[in-house]
Protein backbone atom coordinates (compact mmCIF):
# COMPACT_ATOMS: atom_id res chain seq x y z
CA UNK A 1 0.00 0.00 0.00
CA UNK A 2 1.46 3.13 -1.56
CA UNK A 3 1.46 5.84 1.13
CA UNK A 4 -1.06 8.81 -0.36
CA UNK A 5 0.02 12.83 -0.45
CA UNK A 6 -2.25 15.93 -1.00
CA UNK A 7 -1.67 19.52 -2.64
CA UNK A 8 -4.55 22.08 -1.55
CA UNK A 9 -6.10 24.33 -4.59
CA UNK A 10 -5.33 28.64 -3.82
CA UNK A 11 -7.75 29.61 -5.77
CA UNK A 12 -10.45 29.78 -7.88
CA UNK A 13 -13.60 27.74 -8.64
CA UNK A 14 -12.09 24.60 -6.40
CA UNK A 15 -10.64 26.89 -4.01
CA UNK A 16 -9.37 24.96 -0.64
CA UNK A 17 -10.01 21.79 -2.11
CA UNK A 18 -7.38 19.09 -1.31
CA UNK A 19 -6.46 16.38 -3.62
CA UNK A 20 -4.76 13.27 -3.49
CA UNK A 21 -1.79 11.81 -5.16
CA UNK A 22 0.14 8.64 -4.71
CA UNK A 23 3.96 8.70 -4.25
CA UNK A 24 5.74 8.66 -7.63
CA UNK A 25 9.59 8.74 -8.08
CA UNK A 26 10.82 12.88 -8.88
CA UNK A 27 7.11 13.73 -7.72
CA UNK A 28 7.54 16.95 -5.80
CA UNK A 29 4.39 19.49 -5.99
CA UNK A 30 5.12 22.85 -6.71
CA UNK A 31 4.57 24.87 -3.16
CA UNK A 32 1.47 26.76 -2.40
CA UNK A 33 3.42 30.17 -2.02
CA UNK A 34 5.22 29.52 -5.58
CA UNK A 35 2.06 28.66 -6.93
CA UNK A 36 0.48 31.85 -5.60
CA UNK A 37 3.37 33.90 -7.22
CA UNK A 38 3.05 32.19 -10.60
CA UNK A 39 -0.52 32.71 -11.13
CA UNK A 40 -0.59 36.67 -9.86
CA UNK A 41 2.33 36.85 -12.76
CA UNK A 42 -0.52 35.15 -14.66
CA UNK A 43 -3.32 36.87 -13.49
CA UNK A 44 -5.72 34.98 -11.11
CA UNK A 45 -8.71 34.36 -14.00
CA UNK A 46 -7.40 31.94 -17.25
CA UNK A 47 -10.92 32.42 -18.70
CA UNK A 48 -10.44 30.94 -22.18
CA UNK A 49 -6.70 30.15 -21.59
CA UNK A 50 -5.89 26.39 -22.93
CA UNK A 51 -2.92 25.42 -20.57
CA UNK A 52 -0.92 22.23 -21.28
CA UNK A 53 0.85 20.74 -18.41
CA UNK A 54 3.58 17.90 -19.57
CA UNK A 55 4.46 16.91 -15.88
CA UNK A 56 1.80 16.75 -14.39
CA UNK A 57 2.55 14.78 -11.17
CA UNK A 58 0.26 15.83 -8.39
CA UNK A 59 -1.73 17.94 -10.68
CA UNK A 60 -1.10 20.98 -8.47
CA UNK A 61 -0.81 23.66 -11.77
CA UNK A 62 -2.88 21.83 -14.12
CA UNK A 63 -5.87 21.85 -11.48
CA UNK A 64 -5.47 25.03 -10.68
CA UNK A 65 -5.54 26.55 -13.98
CA UNK A 66 -8.90 25.08 -13.99
CA UNK A 67 -10.07 26.35 -10.80
CA UNK A 68 -9.56 29.76 -12.16
CA UNK A 69 -11.22 29.51 -15.48
CA UNK A 70 -8.58 28.05 -18.37
CA UNK A 71 -11.19 26.59 -21.00
CA UNK A 72 -8.90 23.20 -21.57
CA UNK A 73 -6.21 22.22 -19.30
CA UNK A 74 -4.30 18.64 -21.23
CA UNK A 75 -2.22 17.26 -18.22
CA UNK A 76 0.48 14.60 -19.36
CA UNK A 77 2.15 12.00 -17.00
CA UNK A 78 4.00 9.01 -17.52
CA UNK A 79 3.34 7.11 -14.46
CA UNK A 80 0.45 5.09 -14.82
CA UNK A 81 -0.47 5.49 -11.10
CA UNK A 82 0.02 9.02 -11.32
CA UNK A 83 -2.36 9.35 -13.94
CA UNK A 84 -5.00 7.09 -12.37
CA UNK A 85 -4.96 9.63 -9.79
CA UNK A 86 -5.20 12.97 -11.84
CA UNK A 87 -8.08 11.26 -13.82
CA UNK A 88 -9.82 10.32 -10.15
CA UNK A 89 -9.17 13.65 -8.82
CA UNK A 90 -10.73 15.59 -12.43
CA UNK A 91 -13.89 13.28 -11.61
CA UNK A 92 -13.78 14.14 -7.91
CA UNK A 93 -13.83 17.63 -8.84
CA UNK A 94 -16.18 17.04 -11.81
CA UNK A 95 -13.79 18.39 -14.71
CA UNK A 96 -13.76 16.00 -16.90
CA UNK A 97 -14.68 18.55 -19.61
CA UNK A 98 -12.36 20.82 -19.35
CA UNK A 99 -9.17 18.48 -18.30
CA UNK A 100 -7.18 15.53 -20.37
CA UNK A 101 -5.32 13.45 -18.75
CA UNK A 102 -3.36 12.05 -21.39
CA UNK A 103 -0.44 9.06 -20.15
CA UNK A 104 2.19 9.52 -22.12
CA UNK A 105 6.11 10.26 -22.19
CA UNK A 106 6.54 14.10 -22.47
CA UNK A 107 8.69 14.54 -25.33
CA UNK A 108 6.94 11.52 -27.22
CA UNK A 109 3.53 13.55 -26.35
CA UNK A 110 5.16 16.84 -27.72
CA UNK A 111 6.80 15.22 -30.11
CA UNK A 112 2.94 13.91 -31.65
CA UNK A 113 1.70 17.00 -31.95
CA UNK A 114 2.01 18.57 -35.48
CA UNK A 115 2.93 21.93 -36.67
CA UNK A 116 -0.70 22.52 -37.04
CA UNK A 117 -2.12 21.86 -33.79
CA UNK A 118 -2.94 25.17 -32.15
CA UNK A 119 -0.56 26.28 -30.05
CA UNK A 120 -1.44 26.37 -26.46
CA UNK A 121 -1.61 29.66 -24.11
CA UNK A 122 0.07 28.44 -21.11
CA UNK A 123 2.61 25.80 -20.78
CA UNK A 124 3.39 24.35 -17.91
CA UNK A 125 6.90 22.60 -17.34
CA UNK A 126 8.20 21.01 -14.19
CA UNK A 127 9.63 17.94 -14.63
CA UNK A 128 12.32 15.84 -12.16
CA UNK A 129 15.39 17.53 -11.93
CA UNK A 130 18.88 16.08 -13.24
CA UNK A 131 17.24 14.37 -16.26
CA UNK A 132 17.86 16.70 -18.75
CA UNK A 133 14.14 16.76 -19.47
CA UNK A 134 14.42 20.61 -20.08
CA UNK A 135 16.97 20.45 -22.56
CA UNK A 136 15.60 17.60 -24.65
CA UNK A 137 11.80 19.53 -24.33
CA UNK A 138 13.27 23.13 -25.90
CA UNK A 139 13.33 22.44 -29.72
CA UNK A 140 10.29 21.30 -29.26
CA UNK A 141 8.45 24.55 -27.42
CA UNK A 142 7.62 26.29 -30.75
CA UNK A 143 4.97 23.45 -31.51
CA UNK A 144 3.84 23.05 -28.44
CA UNK A 145 3.19 27.30 -27.42
CA UNK A 146 1.03 30.09 -28.82
CA UNK A 147 3.60 32.75 -30.38
CA UNK A 148 2.47 34.50 -27.52
CA UNK A 149 1.99 31.83 -25.37
CA UNK A 150 4.11 31.87 -21.50
CA UNK A 151 6.14 29.19 -20.41
CA UNK A 152 6.32 28.43 -16.59
CA UNK A 153 9.54 26.45 -16.13
CA UNK A 154 10.98 25.12 -12.51
CA UNK A 155 14.47 24.08 -12.49
CA UNK A 156 17.32 23.16 -10.30
CA UNK A 157 19.01 26.21 -11.36
CA UNK A 158 18.48 29.43 -12.71
CA UNK A 159 17.18 30.08 -16.30
CA UNK A 160 18.00 32.99 -18.85
CA UNK A 161 16.45 31.09 -22.14
CA UNK A 162 14.51 28.17 -22.75
CA UNK A 163 14.62 27.56 -26.46
CA UNK A 164 13.56 30.83 -28.05
CA UNK A 165 11.47 31.62 -24.41
CA UNK A 166 13.46 34.10 -22.19
CA UNK A 167 12.96 34.45 -18.83
CA UNK A 168 10.50 38.01 -17.75
CA UNK A 169 10.41 37.11 -14.31
CA UNK A 170 11.51 34.61 -11.84
CA UNK A 171 12.12 33.14 -7.98
CA UNK A 172 13.64 30.82 -6.08
CA UNK A 173 12.20 28.89 -3.49
CA UNK A 174 14.45 26.76 -1.32
CA UNK A 175 15.99 24.41 -4.24
CA UNK A 176 13.29 25.31 -6.65
CA UNK A 177 14.41 28.15 -9.17
CA UNK A 178 11.00 29.14 -11.18
CA UNK A 179 10.47 31.46 -14.37
CA UNK A 180 7.89 33.13 -16.32
CA UNK A 181 9.12 32.96 -19.86
CA UNK A 182 7.55 34.82 -23.12
CA UNK A 183 8.78 34.35 -26.65
CA UNK A 184 11.62 36.55 -27.64
CA UNK A 185 14.94 35.36 -29.63
CA UNK A 186 17.86 36.20 -27.27
CA UNK A 187 19.96 38.79 -28.17
CA UNK A 188 23.12 36.86 -30.03
CA UNK A 189 22.77 34.49 -27.78
CA UNK A 190 21.81 30.88 -27.65
Known sequence: ?????SVRIIGGEWRRRVLRFPDAEGLRPTPDRVRETLFNWLGQDLSGLSCLDLFAG???LGFEAASRGAERVVMVEQSASVAASLRANARLLGAETRLEI???DAVK????LGPDAPGFDVLFLDPPYKKGWIERLAPLL??????DG?????AESALEYCGQWRT???GRAGQVFYHLMRNG???GAQ
Open 58 to 60: SGA
Open 150 to 154: MLYVE
Open 168 to 170: VRS
Open 109 to 112: FASS
Open 142 to 147: SRLLAD
Open 102 to 104: VHA
Open 185 to 187: EPD
Open 1 to 5: MSSMN
